[in-house]
């Protein structure tokens, strides 16, 4: 269940760093957006699953690739090829 997950998170001294550097932005009430950026597998996703478990909140996941552009956030405007 949902403690398990909790539970095998393991906090390295990275770990700890970067969940220290999150909270400081996600704490300081501004609602900066955040980036985060690394090989793949390198615990991402992990870690902000991590976060929203332990402060309730819902977690979106977006995956982006090295075409991806702000239309796949925010939409855009496509005319219909049978109505232009």
């Known amino acids: 269940g949902d ?10 001294k990275t770990i700890s760093a ?10 300081s009430g501004k609602n900066y ?6 090989p793949t597998s390198s615990g991402k996703t992990s870690l902000v699953e991590y976060i929203a ?3 309730q909140h819902k977690c979106v ?5 090295q075409h991806t552009d702000i239309e796949e956030y ?7 090829a049978d109505t232009g």
Do not use: A, M, W
Not at 3 to 12: A, H, L, V, W
Not at 33 to 38: A, D, T
């Open 3 to 12: 403690g398990e997950q909790k539970q095998s998170f393991i906090i390295t």
């Open 18 to 27: 970067r969940l220290r550097d999150l909270c400081r932005i996600i704490g």
């Open 33 to 38: 957006p955040i980036l985060l950026e690394g």
């Open 53 to 55: 478990r332990l402060t």
């Open 61 to 65: 996941r977006i995956n982006n690739h």
């Open 74 to 80: 925010t939409g855009c405007y496509v005319t219909d």
